[in-house]
């Protein structure tokens, strides 16, 4: 058997109708003003007179009597304005006395509801957002809210002491907030970028996830900028990754060198009793075993040694044209006049790496673009329609042997970032609205050439 619950009406209250004490008013004004009227006709014994007197001493009765019914109900309507116009102002305190029993009555009531329903709901949003408000002051993410103009409304602790040695910078323009950013994370901001950005940081190297959004708020546009530190985090993949790696080794020699001496033992007895045919056999096994291992190590030792660039003049029409025998994509935009500075055949490598990679994410070669672009620097862009990563891989992708695939080794991104920054530049890798990536290595400029010296 269960329990319902039940709930208690408030009493009904018996209301006074206000046009039911307006005829009362009237009535007792007409009675009081026919019997004036019917004593001062018998009086002067003259019926016009009578009824002249009645007229005299109704019309004053009943604007009397009008200005006293009507007096209270202006004070209603007073007050009611007055509550009004305070709620407009966001002013929910005010409660309207009420000892009346008609329908102005009932109009207070609704009056004094409505402002205590508004001052709880108030009062319910203001604790959210004070919760919303620690939350988020406390939260290890930099967040920045500016307006459609730039100007910065809100910034959260961890963005004034990353970035703005404890200073507020709301009330400021965005402009200004880019002077004291990082420049990699300025330049992201700028231009809306959104994903890793390695930074110089008080003599450290850090890690940033940098992202946007816009959305309205009270029908204007706001813009959301935010700013992730994942330096201890991967550090602590660096960490993860690197236990990875000896696992891998170690089971790759186990599973080469295991083999290897079997067939080698087995070898030795073919050997001795004198059958060729099974001993080349077992030879070949080992042949092709070493070489897998050989490989496998040298693709290790290729990353650990990149050599130092050798940057030089590059004619950037020679260049495309090489890659363009290489591989199969879509140019976009104009190939830059003149030459460009930068060791090619490592820049080359790079791009053939994020072509492929952009391939085997499932891109059409269509859908592959490459793009070049000599401001700011040397820019090389890749752009693809492939599966794209999730915000867990990416953060991950530049990492060494970091792989989702089965037989990855975890080296082509990391040997692009390697050589970018071998070459002072930089590797940036974004999620394509649409899907895809859009993977950007960007070079500083070449040398300027020195003023011309003639002899």
């Avoid at 046009?19 to 004036?36: E, K, N, P, T, Y």
């Avoid at 290489?326 to 490592?346: I, L, V």
């Avoid at 269509?366 to 401001?375: F, K, L, P, Y």
Wanted: charged share 25%; with cysteine.
């Amino acid at each position: 058997m269960g329990f319902r619950e039940t709930r208690t009406s408030p009493p009904v209250r018996r209301t006074r109708s206000l046009d039911g004490r307006l005829a009362l008013w009237m009535f007792a004004v007409a009675g009081i003003s026919s019997g004036v009227g019917a004593g001062l006709g018998v009086w002067l014994e003259s019926a016009w007179s009578g009824l002249l007197g009645g007229v005299l001493v109704a019309a004053p009765l009943t604007v009397f009597a009008t200005r006293r019914f009507l007096s209270p109900i202006y004070a209603v309507l007073q007050a009611l304005a007055d509550g009004v116009s305070a709620m407009r102002d966001a002013d929910f305190s005010l409660n309207l006395a009420n000892d009346r029993d008609d329908e102005l009555g009932q109009l207070l009531t609704l009056y004094n509801e409505v402002s205590s329903t508004l001052r709880d709901e108030r009062q319910s949003i203001y604790q959210r957002e004070l919760l919303l408000d620690a939350v988020i002051q406390a939260s290890p993410l930099a967040l920045l809210l500016t307006t459609d103009r730039g100007d910065v409304i809100y910034d959260n602790a961890a963005a004034r002491r990353w970035f703005f040695a404890g200073q507020r910078m709301a009330g400021t323009n965005l402009t200004e907030v880019l002077d004291l950013l990082p420049l990699p994370i300025a330049d992201a901001v700028r231009a809306e970028r959104q994903g890793l950005v390695q930074t110089d940081h008080a003599g450290d190297l850090e890690v940033f996830h940098v992202s946007h959004r816009w959305f309205h708020l009270n029908a204007r546009r706001h813009r959301l900028v935010l700013m992730e530190r994942l330096t201890h985090e991967i550090h602590r993949k660096e960490v993860e990754t690197w236990k990875k790696v000896i696992r891998l080794i170690s089971h790759e020699l186990r599973n080469s060198l295991g083999p290897i001496a079997s067939l080698a033992r087995s070898g030795r007895r073919l050997s001795e009793l004198e059958d060729p045919t099974r001993l080349v056999t077992v030879l070949s096994t080992i042949e092709e075993r070493a070489e897998h291992l050989e490989e496998f190590i040298s693709g290790y030792a290729r990353f650990a040694k990149l050599p130092l660039p050798r940057p030089e003049p590059v004619p950037w029409e020679s260049f495309i044209a090489k890659l363009e025998e290489t591989e199969k994509f879509t140019w976009a935009g104009d190939a830059p006049a003149g030459s460009g500075y930068f060791d090619a055949g490592q820049i080359e490598q790079a791009l053939i790496n994020l072509i492929r990679n952009a391939r085997e994410a499932g891109s059409e070669d269509r859908d592959i673009e490459v793009e070049v672009s000599t401001e700011p620097g040397q820019v090389f862009i890749v752009r693809d329609r492939g599966s794209g990563m999730t915000p867990a891989v990416l953060q991950s992708a530049l990492l060494p042997f970091y792989s989702t695939k089965r037989s990855g080794t975890g080296l082509g991104l990391p040997l692009c970032r390697e050589i970018a920054e071998a070459h002072g530049g930089r590797l940036q890798i974004t999620q394509r609205d649409g899907g895809g990536l859009e993977v950007v290595l960007a070079l500083p400029p070449g040398p300027t050439p020195g003023p011309r010296v003639e002899t």
